[in-house]
């Protein structure tokens, strides 16, 4: 129930155009879903989060869909740039509720994006 | 801000040998601090939780004796691999976190080890 589903495992795109990546959970008590872009031999940054509360938030080029009922979510990367490519995870988290799983992100597999010029 | 730092950056030693690996927030005092493995196009494990002034919380499977993790102070976790062997060869990253409510991890630039 702790999982985070990720596809697809690869993707290339051609620059300019829309990169989507899907994430499903099954533990109804994550409420928040951050997404992390990870270059080779670099840890991961954050690019975006969203909670269950709002179904889209966008930065720049970057935008999250969240579907509640579903329990899915997608990153999708508008005009896809090549130094987008990278390796991309999604993650969830469950509230701070004290105990062993408090803050811990469950992440994706990760989905190694290629952007061609 | 929340930037966080990882030292050294890639280390090479002697089977049996220990090495340690220091986890600073820069800009942020961070309560908790994370301490994940990864393999290589593989995605991140979780090892251990660390909260500042009491002991790491391991993940199963983990060798707590192994892999003994200090979070000293609010800006300063330290992860030694204990007796290391080829197979603990790999990527180390810490995460940290600000304050008790925050979800938001902030991760530090990874740690290379290659253990001979």
């Known amino acids: 129930q702790q999982q985070v589903k990720q596809s697809p495992q690869s993707l290339i795109v051609q620059k300019g155009g829309i990169s989507i990546i899907n994430c499903a959970y099954e533990n109804t008590a994550f409420d928040y879903f951050p997404w992390y872009q990870q270059f080779p031999g670099k840890g991961p940054a954050l690019l975006i989060a969203i909670r269950p509360d709002v179904s889209e938030k966008k930065e720049g080029r970057f935008t999250i869909s969240f579907n509640k009922s579903a329990k899915q979510f997608s990153l999708h990367i508008m005009d896809s740039q090549p130094g987008d490519s990278a390796t991309y995870f999604c993650a969830a988290s469950t509230p701070p509720a004290g105990g062993t799983s408090y803050g811990k992100l469950t992440f994706g597999q990760g989905t190694i994006l290629t952007v061609h010029p | 801000g929340a930037v966080v730092s990882q030292h050294p950056s890639w280390v090479i030693c002697k089977s049996g040998t220990s090495v340690k690996i220091e986890c600073r927030s820069l800009d942020f005092q961070a309560t908790t601090m994370f301490w994940y493995r990864q393999f290589p196009k593989q995605s991140l494990m979780l090892m251990a939780t660390s909260n500042e002034g009491s002991k790491a919380t391991y993940e199963q499977g983990v060798e707590k004796d192994k892999f003994l993790i200090n979070h000293a102070s609010l800006t300063l976790s330290t992860l030694t691999v204990t007796s290391a062997h080829p197979e603990d060869s790999s990527f180390y990253i810490c995460?940290?976190?600000?304050?008790?409510?925050?979800?938001?991890?902030?991760f530090g630039p990874g740690t290379r080890l290659l253990v001979l």
């Open positions: 995460s940290a976190r600000h304050g008790l409510t925050t979800q938001t991890q902030y």
